[in-house]
T-cell receptor
Framework: TQLLEQSPQFLSIQEGENLTVYCNSSSVFSSLQWYRQEPGEGPVLLVTVVTGGEVKKLKRLTFQFGDARKDSSLHITAAQPGDTGLYLCAGGTRGGSNYKLTFGKGTLLTVNP | NAGVTQTPKFQVLKTGQSMTLQCAQDMNHEYMSWYRQDPGMGLRLIHYSVGAGITDQGEVPNGYNVSRSTTEDFPLRLLSAAPSQTSVYFC?????????????FGPGTRLLVL
């Protein structure tokens, strides 16, 4: 069973602060995705990284895939109340015709005005 | 496009009752999947399908059945509901299920089993 450990589980910060969320595993993934989920809704994809060492930026969000493709991080600069939500990382693996997406338990972020 | 739709949004069942959670997508996606989300457990894969007529088990398949008779629909059946199946259920779809593809999630079905 492949596991993805996310940390921290909960994070409460003030508007304007920076933060980093981590996603770690002992397994290698072919891709790593980050989703954001708001209360009462399904997760929505933020980004997909597929190459070891890859860095992607989405406005104030910076995503990095570890060189060994076992870990990833999400960094938010100058957090805003609109960033509040549950952030989920998900590792993708494919073997033959089977494909599975393994999710971490999530980081619940609250940005206070 | 409506994307991925799920019905019902909420359901209360008694132990032993059966029901079907409906999931439909209008994006012509081949790959569809069902997850359950529990506090502190994240999203766990129940069953998935790589195309019409093809289904396979995920991480937590016990107590659930699925079928895929059309590309659009992927219902999840609970044959005899148990309190342990109280959860929020999400259906998702993608084009072919490739590991770098976007998974599109429905809004979820909140199920309470008494």
């Amino acid at each position: 069973t492949q596991l993805l450990e996310q940390s921290p589980q909960f994070l409460s910060i003030q508007e304007g602060e920076n933060l980093t969320v981590y996603c770690n595993s002992s397994s290698v993934f072919s891709s790593l995705q980050w989703y954001r989920q708001e209360p009462g809704e399904g997760p929505v994809l933020l980004v997909t990284v597929v190459t070891g060492g890859e860095v992607k930026k989405l406005k104030r969000l910076t995503f990095q895939f570890g060189d060994a493709r076992k870990d990833s991080s999400l960094h938010i600069t100058a957090a805003q109340p609109g960033d509040t939500g549950l952030y989920l990382c998900a590792g993708g693996t494919r073997g033959g015709s089977n494909y599975k997406l393994t999710f971490g338990k999530g980081t619940l972020l609250t940005v206070n005005p | 496009n409506a994307g991925v739709t799920q019905t019902p949004k909420f359901q209360v069942l008694k132990t032993g009752q059966s029901m079907t959670l409906q999931c439909a997508q209008d994006m012509n996606h081949e790959y569809m999947s069902w997850y359950r989300q529990d506090p502190g457990m994240g999203l766990r894969l129940i069953h998935y399908s790589v195309g019409a007529g093809i289904t396979d088990q995920g991480e937590v398949p016990n107590g659930y059945n699925v079928s895929r008779s059309t590309t659009e629909d992927f219902p999840l059946r609970l044959l005899s509901a148990a309190p342990s199946q109280t959860s929020v259920y999400f259906c998702a779809s993608s084009y072919t299920g490739g590991s770098a593809e976007t998974q599109y999630f429905g809004p979820g079905t909140r199920l309470l089993v008494l």
